[in-house]
């Protein structure tokens, strides 16, 4: 005889990678106001902005990617500014430090920087010493600098360090980032902006 499935208590929803992104994305475009000059970073996250960017108004998004770049073409009344510099191909962006003198270049009103590893002791940190280079140029070009990242980020560490998490001026990151933790970054002045994610984002599966 087959053994039985799973019983419903023993299932919890998770919700899915692309559904983090694309709630934190949507989070970070609602602190986009018309006329501002925005700076998108690589990743995914960032390009994920994009597409709530449509009613905005004389707005200018510089970046060093090239997957915002191409979907921007579906929002000609944006002004883009595409960064030069060394093309990492694995990610579609620019880096280096070409990328990151166009950058200091442009006076900016809001940066968004993507991570794949973040934490409260070691900040943002990143594999590539070029992409130091290019989010350390959004953040001293900034008036404001947010860093988007989902909450399965938080807790890991790359090689090399950005900026300390104190350095910024608000994180955009979804709900299931620890309250705890949430609270440990408004502490040191930092706000958090928080994507909630709906029913349909979850997927079933063992815990």
Request: charge should be neutral; aromatic fraction near 6%.
């Amino acid at each position: 005889m087959d053994s039985p499935g799973p019983s419903q208590e023993a299932v919890v929803q998770r919700p899915t990678r692309t559904a983090r992104k694309q709630a934190v994305a949507q989070r970070a475009a609602q602190l986009i106001e018309d006329d501002m000059v925005v700076f998108l970073d690589a990743g995914t996250t960032c390009q994920s902005v994009v597409p709530h960017l449509g009613a905005r108004k004389n707005l200018t998004v510089v970046t060093n990617n090239f997957y915002v770049v191409t979907s921007l073409f579906a929002h000609p009344h944006i002004e883009v500014i595409r960064t030069g510099g060394a093309v990492d191909s694995s990610k579609g962006s620019s880096e280096g430090r070409i990328a990151a003198d166009a950058i200091k270049g442009v006076s900016i009103d809001l940066s968004f920087l993507s991570t794949g590893t973040w934490n409260m002791s070691r900040g943002v940190t990143t594999p590539s010493m070029d992409k130091v280079e290019v989010k350390l140029a959004a953040l001293e070009a900034s008036t404001s600098c947010f860093l988007l990242a989902d909450s399965t980020k938080f807790g890991m560490v790359s090689k090399f360090r950005v900026t300390a998490i104190e350095k910024l001026d608000a994180a955009v990151t979804d709900e299931q980032l620890h309250r705890e933790t949430q609270e440990n970054i408004r502490d040191l002045g930092v706000a958090v902006h928080v994507a909630h994610l709906s029913k349909g984002s979850f997927l079933y599966a063992p815990p």
